[in-house]
């Protein structure tokens, strides 16, 4: 979480240096999909559908109306049917609280424009946290993009009412482990692993 928070930071400021003008927006969500299926057994290991929460901090639009952006969303969740060692649990599996953050610089892209209602398309790039809340799991940081469709609406010159939906995706090398500390706790067959969130959220001009 520590090196989220440092490129987070590093990425605001260079945004915030970049721009003459600001725009903040506060999301609250909801993030479906995502699981792992263990090579080693074929086991499906499902990522429950829980909210989210985060935020958007745009830079002042430049030429064609695209506009920078910092996106940051946190989920907290669990993760379906972890192999453990006894005697944590009796049967030997459990559901393991697993958070999951993404951090993605990118941008929009307009479709349409009126004066209070604008669409756009979104995308960008960047990480995925992984932080499983068990003792032995150790979290993973993995490169992710994102892409989405979106519109805002005009409440006054400065505030307006942001909807969207994502489909984020992280990759991973076929074959790849995560959650190793000492040995692995699963052994991923595939290369992406996919989530799509909805959220909303009211932007702030500065």
Excluded: W
Excluded at 11 to 21: C, D, E, G, P
Excluded at 48 to 77: A, C, M, N, R, W
Excluded at 101 to 107: E, I, S
Excluded at 110 to 118: G, M, N, V, Y
């Amino acid at each position: 979480m520590k090196k989220i928070l440092q490129i987070l930071t590093f990425t605001a400021l260079v945004i915030s240096t970049s721009s003459h003008a600001l725009e903040i927006t506060p999301l609250l969500g909801y993030r479906g999909g995502g699981e792992f299926i263990d090579e080693t057994n074929d086991k499906k290991h499902t990522i429950v559908s829980s909210s989210t929460y985060g935020f958007i901090i745009s830079g002042e639009p430049y030429s064609g109306g695209k506009q920078f952006e910092l996106y940051y969303s946190h989920q907290d969740s669990d993760i379906n049917s972890i192999s453990v060692t006894p005697p944590s649990v009796s049967s030997g599996t459990a559901n393991i609280p697993l958070s999951v953050d993404y951090l993605h610089f990118g941008g929009t892209t307009p479709i349409s424009k009126t004066d209070k209602l604008h669409s756009f398309v979104s995308g960008g790039l960047g990480f995925t946290y992984l932080s499983p809340d068990f003792t032995g799991f150790q979290s993973d940081l993995r490169a992710s993009l994102s892409i989405g469709i979106g519109a805002k609406y005009a409440l006054t010159k400065r505030i307006a009412l942001r909807l969207e939906s994502r489909v984020l995706a992280t990759m991973f090398n076929n074959n790849s482990a995560i959650f190793c500390n000492g040995g692995c706790t699963i052994k991923v067959n595939g290369n992406f692993f996919t989530q799509g969130e909805v959220f909303a959220g009211v932007a702030f001009k500065f």
